[in-house]
Every structure is written in structure tokens, then in C-alpha cells.
């Protein structure tokens, strides 16, 4: 009876890790093709992950990873920790980039931060290459009135592609 049971829990934990397995395969899967996309060589890519859990951080960089390689011709990733925030990377990373390319997308995976002060010290005429800058995270009302305000006083106004800023800050004042 002991070892009727004992099958019976097995086949049910079989069965159940078998139909999460497909489910998440067929909804929420990474990126399988590794074809490049046309013009993606005229692009770069910065990516970075406040620091989370362990789970968390590898999740964002098993989905995000194969999009960004398949998407920009250079990427640029980067995981908070708590001992090492990775300021001075992101900034020689950013200032690489926009030498180097002729547009940036920046995408910020965290709730809170000070990522505005650090692009606001690259050259002015460099920010001009910032295509596009993602925010990722949730952020309380005031926090995302006072950022939509930072960027579109000074990253915002030098960058030449105003209307990805635009949609970004749009949605930021209209979460308030």
C-alpha cells in the first residue's frame, strides 16, 4: 500500500512538472531564433539589473540576453550586487557606446535609482545619441513625476530621437 502511494506522489509530481515545463515553453519563453536583425550593427545596447534575488537575476538574464544580442550589435549588461553598484561601468560603457554607435537604448531594471545622474555627466553631445531609455520597475507616484522631470530637462532635450522619450515620459506622468 506504502509503495502504491509512494508511485501515486510520483506520477502526480511528474505530471505537474511536465505540464509547467510545456506551459512555460509556450507562454513566457526566451528567445530561440539567434538570427540577427537587419541595422543592428548601428546599435548598442545597456542593460542593467538592480540587485534582487539570485532567482531574479538570472531570470532577467536568460530572457533579456538572447533579445538584446539578436537586437543591437553590441550589449552591455550589468547586475547590481549589494557590495558593487557598477557606476563607473555603466558610465565607460555608455560613453563607449555612444561613440561608437550611432544610437543608444538604455533599459533600467529597478524600482529606484540614480541612473539620471550618471548619464546626466556624459557629454551633452554624446546624450544626443540615446535613442531610447526604458524604465522597468515600479516606482511610487512622486518618484516617477520627479524622474519623467530630470530626463526631459536634460537627457531628454539634447537627444535628437525626442519621441521614444516621449513615449517614456508620457507614461510616466500618466501612472501618477
Known amino acids: 500500500m506504502k509503495t502504491r502511494k509512494l508511485f501515486g506522489a510520483l506520477i502526480a509530481t511528474f505530471i505537474f512538472l511536465s505540464a509547467s515545463s510545456?506551459?512555460?515553453l509556450v507562454v513566457d519563453r526566451p528567445i530561440w531564433d539567434g538570427s540577427a536583425v537587419k541595422g543592428r550593427e548601428?546599435?548598442?545596447a545597456i542593460e542593467i539589473r538592480e540587485n534582487v534575488k539570485r532567482s531574479q537575476?538570472?531570470?532577467?538574464r536568460i530572457f533579456a540576453w538572447p533579445y538584446l544580442r539578436k537586437h543591437y550589435g553590441r550589449v552591455y549588461y550589468f547586475t547590481q550586487s549589494s557590495t558593487e553598484d557598477k557606476e563607473k561601468e555603466f558610465k565607460e560603457s555608455l560613453r563607449t557606446a555612444l561613440r561608437d554607435y550611432e544610437s543608444v537604448d538604455i533599459f533600467l531594471l529597478t524600482h529606484s535609482n540614480s541612473y539620471y545622474l550618471w548619464v546626466h555627466e556624459i557629454d551633452e553631445h554624446l546624450r544626443a545619441r540615446i535613442?531610447?531609455?526604458l524604465q522597468y520597475g515600479l516606482l511610487q507616484c512622486h518618484a516617477r513625476a520627479n524622474m519623467a522631470q530630470a530626463?526631459?530637462?536634460?537627457?531628454?532635450?539634447?537627444s535628437r530621437r525626442k519621441y521614444f522619450f516621449h513615449i517614456l515620459l508620457l507614461f510616466l506622468k500618466k501612472m501618477d
Do not use: M, P
Request: include cysteine; glycine fraction near 4%; proline fraction near 0%.
Open 57 to 60: 537575476k538570472w531570470g532577467t
Open 131 to 133: 535613442r531610447l531609455c
Open 151 to 158: 530626463w526631459s530637462r536634460d537627457i531628454y532635450r539634447t
Open 42 to 44: 548601428e546599435r548598442a
Open 22 to 24: 510545456v506551459a512555460i
